[in-house]
Each structure stands twice: as structure tokens, then as C-alpha cells.
């Protein structure tokens, strides 16, 4: 079962009535809506919340930290039953991380699927793969967006459909409507995560993590997830970290691995019960 719901500024969907409450927070940034798959499945067994993070403002310049902001409102109206678990993929990794380190005591718990990079040698090798990928029918299909597209946050949207297929090994066709993109947030948002690693914020703060967080990575995923794991772990020892083969960005939509992806995920979630 899912449920609407208006938060002031943002959209939020519910799913499930029964068990702890689970944030599931989506990537780009600015791209909701792709991870209603993720949502649906947890649902059988948590209370779900999928909040759609706050769009680009005229009167406003998206930060992290208005994120954050957002996302603790979030917390504040929708779970009530104790501290929650944030599931986050890609960006959505990296603003839960934001978030549990300005807010330690607020989470149970953190599951990074895919997660996100956090200095220029992982985003060297992220981009490295990508272009070994691409091959001259790709970039065939890259060179037109800007005509076929003048709409920036459209234009964005098909972007992210190429980049999905560079991204993944085999993925199945689910067929999900994803929401309107945001580029002008997406580049905000970006911009500020950039700006706070090069000051030497993150992953630094992250220290102040002390609830259980797993990495869940694809070996084919371009965000280098071995190189993320070590950084992180540096500073956050408790870090566990899982890994498939002939998996990209996106774990379950990849057919090797779908399957196994949400019982890693589910058992992993449930075996947390008795620490929250």
C-alpha cells in the first residue's frame, strides 16, 4: 500500500504499516522517483517513507545542509516509532551520510547502495570507466540531447537513461515512472558536496557515525566501490561492506543479481532490530 503525503516544501511517499521505520532516500541529485522498486519490496516488512528531495528555488540556492534540514523535518513528522533506518542510493548515500553526522543520535541505522564519491582519485576512476564504455554509438546518442532536449530538466532525465546503461551489466525492464528531474538543483546540490570535500569537511565528520552502516556495491558499478569503502572506513570503522559480480549502479534492476540483492538487504535490515 502506498500513501501521498505534502511536506511544506517537499513530496513524500509512504508504503507498509508495520515494523521500523525506513528512509529511502534517491540519487543525482535531483532525479526522484526511480527507487519506488527499492520502497515497494521493503514494505512488506518495515514502515517505508520516500521523501522526494526539495526542488530548485529561484529564492533559494540548494545546499546539503538545506538537505539535511529536509530531511530531518522528514524524520521528525513521519517516524514515530523509533529512530529510523536511511537507505540511501548513489547522492542519496552521501546526504545520509550528511545527515547522521550532523544527527548521530537520530538514525538506527545506514544502508549505501552504490554510494556516491568523495575525492577527485575516485571521481578520476569513475570517469575512466565510464569512457572505456562508451562506444561511438553511445556517444552518438549523447551528441543530440542538448537539441532533442532544450528543456534543461528534461534533458537531464534522458542523460540519466544513457548513463543508467553504461552504468549496468543486464538490467531488467520494470517499466517505473521516474519523476521530473531537477538540473538546477542537480547542479547546486552537486556543487555545494564538491565545495565541502575540497574543504576537507567530508568524509572527515563522518567519524562522529557510530550506528552500523553496510556498503552495497556492484563490482561493474564506474563509482569505484572499493576505493569509497577504504575512505570511509578510515573514519568509520564499523563500516561492512558487500559486493557483487556482474552488477553496475543499480543492484536490483540487474539480473544477476536482483534476487539476492533484496534478501541481503532485508536480512541485513531485520538483524538490526535488536540494536534500535
Known amino acids: 500500500m502506498r500513501s501521498e503525503k505534502k511536506h511544506p516544501l517537499i513530496k513524500v511517499r509512504q508504503y507498509g504499516r508495520h515494523g521500523t521505520d525506513v528512509l529511502v532516500l534517491h540519487g543525482g541529485p535531483g532525479a526522484p522517483g526511480y527507487m519506488v522498486p ?6 512488506d516488512h518495515f514502515r517505508v517513507v520516500e521523501p522526494f528531495q526539495r526542488r530548485s528555488d529561484v529564492n533559494e540556492q540548494l545546499t546539503v545542509q538545506r538537505h539535511v534540514s529536509d530531511l530531518n523535518d522528514v524524520i521528525a513528522a513521519y517516524c514515530d516509532t523509533g529512530r529510523p533506518v536511511l537507505v540511501g542510493h548513489s547522492w542519496g548515500a552521501m546526504l545520509a551520510l550528511a545527515y547522521a553526522a550532523v544527527h548521530p543520535n537520530a538514525v538506527a541505522a545506514m544502508v549505501l547502495i552504490g554510494c556516491g564519491t ?5 571521481r578520476q576512476q569513475m570517469e575512466a570507466i565510464r569512457q572505456r564504455r562508451t562506444d561511438a554509438a553511445m556517444q552518438a546518442r549523447f551528441q543530440p540531447l542538448a537539441e532533442d532536449y532544450p528543456d534543461a530538466d528534461m534533458r537531464l532525465g534522458a542523460m540519466g537513461r544513457l548513463m543508467q546503461q553504461i552504468d549496468s551489466v543486464d538490467l531488467v525492464s520494470l517499466g517505473n515512472k521516474v519523476m521530473p528531474c531537477d538540473a538546477k538543483g542537480h547542479e547546486e546540490t552537486w556543487a555545494d558536496m564538491l565545495r565541502l570535500q575540497a574543504e576537507g569537511v567530508y568524509p572527515a565528520v563522518f567519524e562522529a557515525i557510530g550506528v552500523p552502516v553496510v556498503m552495497l556495491h556492484g563490482d561493474d558499478d564506474p563509482h569505484p566501490g572499493e576505493m569509497i569503502r577504504d575512505q570511509l572506513a578510515a573514519v568509520m570503522p564499523q563500516l561492512e561492506y558487500t559486493s557483487w559480480p556482474r552488477c553496475g549502479h543499480y543492484p536490483w534492476l540487474e539480473k544477476a ?3 539476492d540483492f533484496y534478501t541481503v538487504l532485508i536480512q541485513w535490515l531485520l538483524s538490526q532490530n535488536s540494536r534500535y
Open 38 to 43: 527499492v520502497a515497494r519490496r521493503l514494505a
Open 257 to 259: 543479481v536482483t534476487a
Open 118 to 122: 568523495f575525492d577527485e582519485a575516485s
